[in-house]
């Protein structure tokens, strides 16, 4: 079966930090791209970034830009996105999932999506 897992959400005050980790199992995961996509209260899913199967490259929405950091150990299996200077605007579920959403409507019926983690960024 094929599986995305997330953890490290959590509650965090304005100007701080998380560390979200995607943990894959059942696909080859060194051979795919991947993304982050966040989901705020009331609203639709926005993509937040993409790493390319190899880790070399990264993509990064404007809003969060200079300030999260994807990346990616293939002999780990593992998708992290690093969050910093985070603002009450970040506050939403994130998933990490296969392909590249940067440029194309999201949908969560295409490709692997994991269950997603809660991040509350408030004072």
């Known amino acids: 079966e094929e599986l995305l897992v997330e953890s490290g959400g959590g509650l965090v005050q304005p100007g701080g930090s998380l560390s979200l980790t995607c943990a894959a199992s059942?696909?080859?995961?060194?051979?795919?791209?991947m993304s982050w996509v966040r989901q705020a209260p009331g609203k639709g899913l926005e993509w937040v970034s993409t790493i390319n199967s190899g880790g070399g490259r990264t993509y990064y929405e404007d809003s969060v830009k200079g300030r999260f950091t994807g990346s990616r150990d293939n002999a780990k299996n593992t998708l992290y996105l690093q969050m910093n200077s985070l603002k009450t605007e970040d506050t939403g579920v994130y998933y990490c999932?296969?392909?590249?959403?940067?440029?194309?409507?999201?949908?969560?019926?295409?490709?692997?999506w994991g269950q997603g983690t809660q991040v509350t960024v408030s004072s």
């Open positions: 059942g696909f080859t995961f060194s051979t795919v791209d």
């Open positions: 999932a296969t392909g590249d959403w940067s440029a194309t409507s999201i949908d969560r019926d295409v490709g692997y």
